[in-house]
């Protein structure tokens, strides 16, 4: 992996060190629908992991994988992201209330040389509560959006991807040099490669 993070401990023997905003505890026992016996998560209060803006994923292959958990099934929150605007989002993994379903989706975007793409699915498709792995790809070919190893989401694609100097966040996204939409949950793994 190009970054990988374990987040109960604060991603501490990464090589891509994290900064912690916002109101983050570390070291809690995983809990809930889908918890992995003896994990250990960090519970975030609108907070956030900041790994700097040096991380980038260039070329035409993306992957993103996050194991998360909104323990109130609320899922408005920026999960995973090197965004900026929709003309400069290199990758962003995020949740929010989309205008094309009834409520809260789960969505994953690049932007490359062809321009913006997104893909998503609602979260009344699974159970809203419980862990999830949520994975973003993007392969020169195709974008998708897959949860608990079900692809959600497809569609065809192709360019290069675009690189920014924003922060690879986790836990939040920019927005035109801003930090927005900070988690509330909980966050065990997350990690990125360049294939």
């Known amino acids: 992996a190009v970054g990988y993070w374990q987040l109960g401990d604060g991603g501490k023997a990464s090589a891509w060190p994290l900064i912690k905003s916002g109101h983050v505890e570390l070291d809690i026992a995983a809990q809930g629908d889908g918890a992995?016996?003896?994990?250990?998560?960090?519970?975030?209060?609108?907070?956030?992991?900041?790994?700097?803006?040096?991380l980038h994923v260039t070329g035409t292959q993306i992957t993103v994988y996050l194991r998360v958990r909104d323990p109130y099934g609320k899922w408005m929150h920026?999960?995973?992201?090197?965004?900026g605007t929709h003309e400069t989002i290199n990758f962003n993994l995020f949740s929010a209330d989309l205008d094309r379903t009834q409520g809260p989706d789960i969505g994953f975007e690049i932007h490359t040389s062809e321009g913006l793409v997104m893909v998503g699915f609602p979260v009344s498709e699974i159970n809203p509560e419980a862990w999830l792995d949520l994975v973003g790809r993007?392969?020169?070919?195709?974008?998708?959006?897959?949860?608990?190893g079900v692809v959600m989401d497809r569609v065809?694609?192709?360019?290069?991807?675009?690189?920014?100097?924003?922060?690879f966040m986790i836990g939040a996204q920019t927005d035109s040099g801003a930090v927005v939409a900070p988690f509330t949950g909980d966050?065990?793994?997350?990690a990125v490669w360049s294939r």
């Not at 992995?36 to 040096?54: C, H, K, L, T, W």
């Not at 920026?78 to 965004?83: E, F, G």
Request: net charge negative; aromatic share 8%.
């Open 36 to 54: 992995i016996e003896g994990s250990r998560v960090a519970r975030v209060q609108s907070g956030y992991f900041n790994a700097g803006p040096g």
């Open 78 to 83: 920026a999960l995973m992201a090197k965004r």
């Open 138 to 148: 993007y392969d020169g070919e195709r974008v998708e959006v897959i949860c608990n």
């Open 156 to 167: 065809r694609w192709s360019g290069l991807m675009t690189t920014n100097a924003e922060p």
């Open 187 to 190: 966050l065990e793994e997350a």
